[in-house]
Nanobody
Framework: VQLQASGGGSVQAGGSLRLSCAAS????????LGWFRQAPGKERDIVAA????????YYADSVKGRFTISRDNAASRVYLQMNNLKPEDTAVYYC?????????????????WGQGTQVTVSS
């Protein structure tokens, strides 16, 4: 399985970006999906995650009310809508597919990873 993330870029604080992640070679309709981010010198942290049928969602406290995760199983895609971006949101964002149908907050539970897309928010 290959995951391809896109949609990153540079925006000013308060702006919006929509990240997209597409899976190839295999459907991920039965897998939990997540978005992680990693800033320079920091660990890779969970941002948001969704269960296979989108019944369960998770958001990190730092992005609640600003970010929205969604998925399209027919298209094997997962999205991250990011609004009201802040400079502290600057990081490389990674999409990932869980080993399980439910989501997980631990990177160790994710089997497939995208290549990452850079998000830079200026003040």
């Amino acid at each position: 399985v290959q995951l391809q993330a896109s949609g990153g870029g540079s925006v000013q604080a308060g702006g919006s970006l929509r990240l997209s992640c597409a899976a190839s070679r295999r459907t991920l309709s039965n897998n939990g999906l997540g978005w992680f981010r990693q800033a320079p010198g920091k660990e890779r942290d969970i941002v948001a995650a969704v269960s296979w049928n989108a019944d369960s969602l998770y958001y990190a406290d730092s992005v609640k009310g600003r970010f929205t995760i969604s998925r399209d199983n027919a298209a094997s895609r997962v999205y991250l809508q990011m609004n009201n971006l802040k400079p502290e949101d600057t990081a490389v964002y990674y999409c990932a597919a869980s080993r399980y149908a439910t989501y997980s907050m631990s990177a160790r539970d994710y089997r497939y990873w995208g290549q990452g897309t850079q998000v830079t928010v200026s003040s």
